[in-house]
């Protein structure tokens, strides 16, 4: 058999290789199980495909891009290699070359998309075919606490202790939570052997700016670059198509890529990347190109990635060949606010959600960083660094000053608020702002009111925003976006410490007018909550959400919050059967507790003014239950007898006594005191 060295050399025509790329595939073509972090463009590849090459049978490779799989099957054919993918994209001719391929023996690499391990006779097929190893692509993916999860990752370590051989798993970006997870789920929880060979990508211009006009942003970024490869990522499939149709007007060859495009219009996209120098896509994160194109030389963002694991993963398409590359990441309170929403909306626990916030928060601390983002950024994944010379802020040192003092207002105003209040609440706090929710709580008469007055509402909404990146505040999931604070503020707040944030941001935000939204800041994470309770219930029932009910309702109920079915009864939107239906799972939302079930007869008055003269009729006839002295006959009228007095209103004990279900003894024991109860209502 060759040696991998060899292979390198005359198959990939490679003289050496890449720092830290022998051990591991001397480590994998060993048989042991191995986990390699390597960074974008590290030559992970080449670390399973020579190990693959050298030894007998097939190695199975398990990758989530199916763009990526068909790249590097390709590439190896083009070389001269056996190699072979099945997934969803394939046509049936190339199906059934695999399986001929395979049948004869001559497939060395078998790309296999994760959706296939659901299928039984995969593991069949795979213990037919001679499968000695295993190789995982994107490995974070099987960490549930990781930026792009897919579910059928979590098969992967099935697969290997049924089929009873070696796995080697490849990220390029994994935190040590990360890490620790794809330990456990794809071996076990024993420690495989592990290479962590670096983040650093020297070669990458990291740049960050505050949205202003983004799309004519994106075009500046991109006509200064015109006539290079360059990735556009946008958070929405329908601003995939804007964007690629405004590049187009001003004169560069775009096209858009999503998942909403025909399987044969995406696989026509990638071939034409591919082939085609100069050409511009503008794709949404969630199909991520995937595409092996080692000469993209830029790469930017149109909305604010997930995390800083999404952000790496991205940028790190550019660059490739190790060749200067450049990107743009443009970011604003809008983003912000979508991202909150998106995890605040999820159905995952609540310690996942706070690990998620956590997560953004450190990503708004790269976007407000005061300097060297490589230095932070490669801090984040444990490793240290001095200032690059290849950022925004080592080409243009951000502008700074002592924010102590706002800081600790800040922190004061949330910690006399009880944490539980949100940052525009904050805000009207600070800014003297006598809102009537402000007015309501007696907040106007905290010693913080108004003492922020000499920054606008949008540069305080800066400072919240760098506060948050620094990770001294934190949306509590559990009381809906309320803010509280961490213990990195406690020695800024006690004066132990001073903090410096930028100025430029707090400036640029006050010179922009504040952004119209559906609710306010305030309202947005209980509007998230509650839209996460409807979309449970809606997939429960197998409907739309607006079945359930309609946006506007919800925003109604986030704004209002009602705090029992009463008030929800009042919701625009809420009828009887839905209050019945849904009523007391969206209160139980609102207020944090369950609602105890109304007897159907109370709920037929709930949100009418006879629906509190019930509640008081039903509490005179238990405390007469018998008699005033407590030592009659009981007696005791029905509940819909109540409801009929209470809808009724009867103003004389004659009255009282022609309602059905009285007559003269329950009138005698309770008439008088009915009466009262009437005439104070």
Same mark, same amino acid.
């Given at each position: 058999?060759p040696?991998?060295?060899?292979?390198?050399?005359?198959?990939f025509?490679?003289?050496?290789?890449?720092?830290?790329?022998?051990?591991?595939?001397?480590?994998?073509?060993a048989?042991q199980?191995t986990?390699?972090?390597?960074?974008?463009?590290?030559?992970?590849?080449?670390?399973?495909?020579?190990?693959?090459?050298?030894?007998?049978?097939?190695?199975?490779v398990?990758?989530?891009?199916?763009?990526l799989?068909r790249?590097?099957v390709?590439?190896?054919r083009?070389?001269g290699?056996?190699?072979?993918?099945?997934?969803s994209?394939?046509t049936?001719?190339?199906?059934?070359?695999?399986?001929?391929?395979?049948?004869?023996?001559?497939l060395?690499l078998l790309?296999?998309?994760?959706?296939?391990?659901?299928?039984g006779?995969?593991?069949?097929m795979?213990?037919?075919?001679?499968?000695?190893?295993?190789?995982?692509d994107?490995?974070?993916?099987?960490?549930q606490?990781?930026?792009?999860?897919?579910?059928?990752?979590?098969?992967i370590?099935?697969?290997?202790?049924?089929?009873?051989?070696?796995?080697? +798993?490849?990220?390029a970006?994994a935190? @040590?939570?990360?890490?620790? &997870? *794809?330990?456990e789920?794809?071996? $076990? #929880?024993?420690?495989p052997?592990?290479f962590?060979?670096?983040?650093?990508?020297?070669?990458?211009?990291?740049?960050f700016?505050?949205?202003d006009?983004?799309?004519?942003?994106?075009?500046?970024?991109a006509?200064?670059?015109k006539g290079q490869?360059?990735?556009?990522?946008?958070?929405t499939?329908?601003?995939?198509?804007t964007?690629?149709?405004?590049l187009?007007?001003?004169?560069?060859?775009?096209t858009?890529?999503?998942g909403?495009?025909?399987a044969e219009?995406?696989?026509?996209?990638?071939?034409?990347?591919?082939?085609?120098?100069?050409?511009i896509?503008?794709?949404t994160?969630?199909?991520?190109?995937?595409?092996?194109?080692?000469d993209?030389?830029?790469?930017?963002? +149109?909305?604010?990635?997930?995390s800083i @694991?999404?952000?790496?993963? &991205? *940028?790190?398409?550019?660059g490739? $060949? #190790?060749?200067p590359a450049?990107?743009?990441?443009?970011?604003?309170?809008?983003?912000i606010?979508l991202?909150?929403?998106?995890i605040?909306?999820?159905?995952?626990?609540p310690?996942?959600?706070?690990?998620?916030?956590?997560?953004?928060?450190a990503?708004?601390?790269?976007?407000?960083?005061?300097?060297?983002?490589?230095e932070m950024?490669?801090?984040?994944?444990g490793e240290?660094s001095?200032?690059?010379?290849?950022?925004?802020?080592?080409?243009?040192?951000a502008?700074?000053?002592?924010?102590?003092?706002?800081v600790r207002?800040?922190?004061s105003?949330?910690l006399?608020t009880?944490?539980?209040?949100?940052?525009?609440?904050?805000i009207?706090i600070?800014?003297g702002?006598?809102?009537?929710?402000?007015r309501q709580?007696?907040?106007d008469?905290?010693?913080?009111f108004?003492?922020?007055k000499d920054?606008?509402?949008?540069?305080?909404?800066a400072?919240?925003?760098?506060?948050?990146?620094?990770?001294?505040?934190?949306p509590?999931?559990?009381?809906?976006?309320?803010?509280?604070?961490?213990?990195?503020?406690?020695?800024?707040?006690?004066?132990?410490?001073n903090?410096?944030?930028?100025?430029?941001?707090?400036?640029a935000a006050a010179?922009?007018?504040?952004?119209?939204t559906?609710?306010s800041d305030?309202?947005?994470?209980?509007?998230?909550?509650?839209?996460?309770k409807?979309?449970a219930l809606?997939?429960?029932?197998?409907?739309?959400?607006?079945?359930?009910?309609?946006?506007r309702?919800?925003?109604?109920m986030?704004?209002t919050?009602?705090?029992?079915?009463d008030g929800m009864?009042?919701i625009?939107?809420i009828?009887?059967?839905?209050l019945?239906?849904?009523?007391?799972?969206?209160?139980?939302?609102?207020?944090?507790?369950?609602?105890?079930?109304?007897?159907?007869?109370?709920m037929?008055?709930?949100?009418r003014?006879?629906?509190?003269?019930f509640?008081r009729?039903?509490?005179?006839q238990?405390?007469l239950?018998?008699?005033?002295?407590g030592?009659?006959?009981?007696?005791?009228?029905?509940?819909?007898?109540?409801?009929?007095?209470?809808?009724?209103r009867?103003?004389?004990?004659?009255?009282?006594?022609?309602?059905?279900?009285?007559?003269?003894?329950?009138?005698?024991?309770?008439?008088?005191?009915?009466l009262?109860?009437?005439a104070e209502?």
């Amino acid at each position: 058999m060759p040696t991998p060295a060899d292979l390198l050399s005359s198959v990939f025509g490679f003289s050496e290789f890449r720092p830290g790329q022998a051990e591991i595939v001397d480590a994998v073509l060993a048989g042991q199980n191995t986990l390699a972090i390597m960074p974008t463009g590290g030559g992970k590849s080449l670390c399973f495909q020579l190990p693959a090459m050298c030894r007998e049978g097939v190695t199975v490779v398990v990758s989530p891009l199916i763009a990526l799989m068909r790249d590097q099957v390709r590439a190896l054919r083009a070389a001269g290699v056996e190699a072979g993918a099945l997934t969803s994209g394939n046509t049936d001719e190339e199906t059934e070359e695999v399986f001929a391929a395979l049948d004869e023996g001559r497939l060395k690499l078998l790309y296999l998309a994760p959706e296939r391990l659901a299928s039984g006779a995969a593991l069949q097929m795979l213990r037919r075919v001679g499968v000695t190893a295993i190789a995982v692509d994107e490995a974070h993916c099987v960490s549930q606490w990781g930026h792009d999860f897919r579910p059928d990752y979590l098969r992967i370590g099935e697969l290997r202790r049924a089929l009873g051989v070696p796995l080697a +798993a490849f990220t390029a970006t994994a935190d @040590e939570e990360t890490r620790t &997870e *794809i330990i456990e789920r794809l071996f $076990d #929880g024993e420690a495989p052997s592990t290479f962590l060979r670096g983040f650093d990508r020297p070669n990458i211009h990291l740049a960050f700016e505050v949205k202003d006009n983004p799309r004519k942003q994106i075009l500046g970024f991109a006509a200064a670059r015109k006539g290079q490869s360059g990735i556009v990522y946008c958070g929405t499939r329908a601003k995939t198509e804007t964007l690629a149709q405004a590049l187009r007007e001003a004169g560069h060859p775009a096209t858009a890529y999503h998942g909403g495009m025909d399987a044969e219009d995406r696989r026509a996209t990638e071939a034409r990347f591919q082939r085609e120098d100069g050409l511009i896509v503008v794709a949404t994160v969630a199909f991520g190109m995937g595409i092996d194109k080692p000469d993209i030389r830029w790469v930017a963002h +149109a909305d604010l990635p997930k995390s800083i @694991e999404s952000y790496y993963q &991205e *940028i790190g398409r550019s660059g490739r $060949d #190790g060749t200067p590359a450049e990107t743009l990441t443009l970011y604003g309170p809008d983003d912000i606010r979508l991202r909150r929403s998106q995890i605040d909306e999820g159905l995952a626990p609540p310690e996942r959600k706070d690990a998620d916030h956590a997560r953004l928060n450190a990503l708004l601390g790269l976007a407000e960083a005061t300097a060297c983002r490589r230095e932070m950024l490669l801090r984040y994944f444990g490793e240290t660094s001095g200032p690059c010379g290849n950022c925004d802020l080592c080409d243009r040192p951000a502008l700074l000053f002592d924010a102590t003092d706002a800081v600790r207002k800040a922190l004061s105003a949330i910690l006399r608020t009880g944490e539980s209040f949100g940052a525009g609440h904050l805000i009207d706090i600070l800014t003297g702002n006598a809102t009537e929710k402000v007015r309501q709580r007696g907040h106007d008469q905290l010693p913080t009111f108004a003492v922020g007055k000499d920054l606008s509402k949008p540069a305080w909404g800066a400072v919240f925003r760098q506060m948050m990146g620094r990770d001294l505040v934190r949306p509590d999931t559990e009381r809906y976006g309320a803010l509280r604070m961490t213990d990195a503020a406690r020695p800024i707040l006690r004066g132990e410490e001073n903090i410096t944030l930028r100025k430029d941001t707090i400036e640029a935000a006050a010179s922009r007018p504040v952004v119209k939204t559906l609710v306010s800041d305030e309202d947005a994470p209980l509007l998230s909550a509650l839209k996460a309770k409807r979309r449970a219930l809606a997939e429960a029932a197998r409907v739309p959400a607006y079945v359930i009910f309609p946006d506007r309702t919800l925003i109604e109920m986030a704004e209002t919050r009602p705090q029992d079915l009463d008030g929800m009864a009042r919701i625009n939107g809420i009828g009887a059967k839905k209050l019945e239906s849904y009523g007391g799972a969206f209160l139980a939302v609102i207020t944090g507790a369950e609602t105890g079930a109304l007897h159907p007869q109370r709920m037929r008055l709930a949100g009418r003014d006879a629906g509190a003269i019930f509640d008081r009729l039903a509490e005179v006839q238990l405390q007469l239950h018998r008699g005033p002295d407590g030592i009659d006959k009981p007696l005791s009228c029905t509940q819909t007898t109540l409801r009929h007095i209470a809808e009724k209103r009867p103003a004389t004990l004659a009255e009282i006594d022609r309602i059905s279900g009285m007559g003269s003894a329950k009138t005698d024991r309770f008439g008088v005191a009915f009466l009262a109860v009437i005439a104070e209502e």
